[in-house]
T-cell receptor
Framework: NAGVTQTPKFQVLKTGQSMTLQCAQD?????MSWYRQDPGMGLRLIHY???????DQGEVPNGYNVSRSTTEDFPLRLLSAAPSQTSVYFC?????????????FGPGTRLTVL | AQKITQTQPGMFVQEKEAVTLDCTYD???????LFWYKQPSSGEMIFLIY??????QNATEGRYSLNFQKARKSANLVISASQLGDSAMYFC????????????FGKGNQVVVIP
């Protein structure tokens, strides 16, 4: 199993550009999430999904869109990049259970917006 | 809303000694889960240990144990017999009882193990 994979590992954008961060998992996990990590802030939830076709907003959703057309994939779209979106982005997945579910994290994408 | 607080400054620990990392939380949910993750300098997030709010016993996983005090709303991580590879950031996180892919993270504790 590859686990959770993310592409690209690094990306530099100009203000106003759009892009999609890719996330895929091969563990047949129902739940997937996107977090961003800023210095000194810990991880904050952007969007999450509890299954194909179902997504919802997390703590900091503005400026981002998601979709979940398959169980495996959960792409994150930046609509019009802003310097405030410079961050490290983590995708995570876990199985649907009430408790005790560790989230498996991808390696992260380091995004810089100029 | 859930809130996780980790306020310790960076810590230096002697190799082979134990270290305790503090985590306090605030929630109105009647049931919840508490997690600790490790993030080494390479950047990946590594799951360490989990504690459910209704678990009667403190969780243990190898050298990691969680000192759970529900009334005080604290979930401290204890690392015994520190190793050089334990040098990392450590994050405490909480999930709600339902929809448990919504983790709220603390800001982390930096640990440096010195030989």
């Amino acid at each position: 199993n590859a686990g959770v994979t993310q592409t690209p590992k690094f990306q530099v954008l100009k203000t106003g550009q759009s892009m999609t961060l890719q996330c895929a998992q091969d563990m047949n996990h129902e739940y997937m999430s996107w977090y961003r990590q800023d210095p000194g802030m810990g991880l904050r939830l952007i969007h999450y999904s509890v299954g194909a076709g179902i997504t919802d907003q997390g703590e900091v959703p503005n400026g981002y869109n998601v979709s979940r057309s398959t169980t495996e994939d959960f792409p994150l779209r930046l609509l019009s990049a802003a310097p405030s979106q410079t961050s490290v982005y983590f995708c995570a997945s876990n199985k649907r259970r009430e408790f005790g579910n560790e989230q498996f994290f991808g390696p992260g994408t380091r995004l810089t917006v100029l | 809303a859930q809130k996780i607080t980790q306020t310790q400054p960076g810590m230096f620990v002697q190799e082979k000694e134990a270290v305790t990392l503090d985590c306090t939380y605030d929630t109105s949910d009647p049931s919840y889960g508490l997690f600790w993750y490790k993030q080494p300098s390479s950047g990946e997030m590594i799951f360490l240990i989990y504690q459910g709010s209704y678990d009667q016993q403190n969780a243990t996983e190898g050298r990691y144990s969680l000192n759970f005090q529900k009334a005080r709303k604290s979930a401290n991580l204890v690392i015994s017999a520190s190793q050089l590879g334990d040098s990392a950031m450590y994050f405490c996180a909480m999930s709600r009882s339902f929809g448990n892919n919504r983790l709220a993270f603390g800001k982390g504790n930096q640990v440096v193990v010195i030989p």
